[in-house]
């Protein structure tokens, strides 16, 4: 997608350097656009647990490119394993995390000598990230067509979608999950709107969601938080659409606190809720997502304390609480099957999100 007029990626291999990864470091958006350059596994783990780079998709990427700089670290398989660990320790929830560690481990594992290493974790780290971008555009065309349905009904008025934090392209390689389907209609000259939600306490969709729709050209309006419920009850909003972090092969959608709130409003009003992720957000392994998925919970600082830009241009972080109320920090939030009119996948709509819809979509996972 475009920053200023100019395509990005969010992660890509540094021109002039193999040993380096550039990212772009999401702390300073909205006010800065700061690349900066990641040189050791060290500093990729830093960099994902910390939030330079947050999201499902592009955590993953990110430690695709992790494990290639691993590769160049470590001189044997047991090295390599323990830098595997390190990355897949930095943060809970996204599922991407520890796939794209173990998907970089089973092919490095069996090969011997460590350039031939360096070379295949260099191969599947580009491979990682390409298919996130290319099942987020796939993806995106699969929405298209319920966002499509809903503008030909509209007659001529624009789409009413609701989004909460930030599951655009930032989150992933390109293009976005929740965001494709709304770049797409763009493009596809259908009038569109979206409501982007705050999303407290780190306010991922007012300054990440709303800066690249923003940056793309898509029409939106910031809301807190907590007025979704009202706009719904007033015919306001006609489809929301939110990302996720870790779904399992039964349909409960884990992602950004509070998602679970929005479904349970647009349940209570007819509003189509759908969850978008690419394939590499499944977990195949876990059935009930409320007792068994793990839920990051992160410090009370970022509850606590805010930050912004002022009126000369520096950027000051304030504290909005009594200084001594504790606070607690919940990162995530498993939205359950039965609140979800569907999931859009690469694959296509999977409607109704069940365990059997799921797995018909996707055969290969049935054992
Ligand atoms: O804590 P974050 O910013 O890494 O949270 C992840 C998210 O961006 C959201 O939960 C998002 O909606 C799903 S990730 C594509």
């Known amino acids: 997608m475009k920053v200023d007029g100019i395509p990005y990626r969010t992660i890509w291999p540094a021109a002039d350097d193999p040993g380096v990864v550039e990212i772009i470091d999401q702390r300073h958006l909205p006010h800065r656009f ?11 783990a830093i960099a994902i647990r910390e939030m330079h780079v947050r999201g499902a998709g592009l955590i993953g990427a990110t430690a695709g490119w992790g494990m290639y700089l691993a590769a160049r670290e470590a001189a044997d398989v047991a090295g390599l394993r323990a830098f595997g660990d390190q990355l897949k320790a930095t943060r809970p929830t996204a599922v991407n995390l520890a796939w794209a560690v173990d998907r970089q481990l089973a092919v490095l594992e069996p090969i011997v000598g460590q350039q031939a290493r360096v070379e295949a974790a260099r191969e599947l780290a580009m491979t990682i990230a390409d ?9 995106g065309q699969h929405g298209l067509e319920l966002i499509r349905e809903i503008a030909a009904r509209k ?5 009413n979608v609701l989004t909460h934090c930030n599951a655009g392209w930032l ?3 390109d293009h976005g999950s929740a ?3 709304i770049y797409a209609a763009f493009e596809a000259g259908i009038p569109i709107h979206v409501w982007v939600d705050e999303t407290r306490p780190r306010n991922q969709g007012a300054r990440l969601t709303a800066w690249e729709l923003g940056q793309h050209g898509v029409p939106h309006t910031i809301i807190a938080d907590n007025t ?25 959608a884990a992602n950004k606190i509070g998602t679970y709130l929005k479904a349970l409003a647009a349940a209570d009003n007819g509003v189509p809720f759908y969850v978008a992720l690419p394939s590499s957000t499944f977990d195949w392994t876990m059935q009930d997502g409320i007792r068994e998925i793990p839920i990051e919970q992160r410090g009370n600082e970022e509850v606590k304390y805010m930050d912004g830009v002022t009126a000369d241009g520096r950027i000051e972080e304030v504290l909005v609480t009594p200084p001594g109320s504790p606070a607690a920090n919940y990162g995530f939030d498993v939205t359950p099957p039965r609140l979800i009119t569907g999931l859009i996948t690469e694959r296509g709509i999977i409607r109704p999100a069940d365990e059997k819809t799921i797995l018909a979509a996707f055969p290969e996972k049935r054992s």
């Open 34 to 44: 700061v690349i900066e350059r990641l040189a050791s596994v060290n500093e990729v």
């Open 228 to 252: 979704g419920g009202h706009l719904m009850q007033h015919g306001l909003v006609d489809l929301v659409i939110v990302g996720a972090d870790r779904v399992t092969y039964t349909g409960f």
């Open 171 to 173: 989150a992933f390689v």
């Open 155 to 159: 007659g001529g008025k624009p789409v």
């Open 179 to 181: 965001t494709g389907p």
């Open 131 to 139: 298919e996130d971008a290319e099942c987020c555009r796939r993806l």
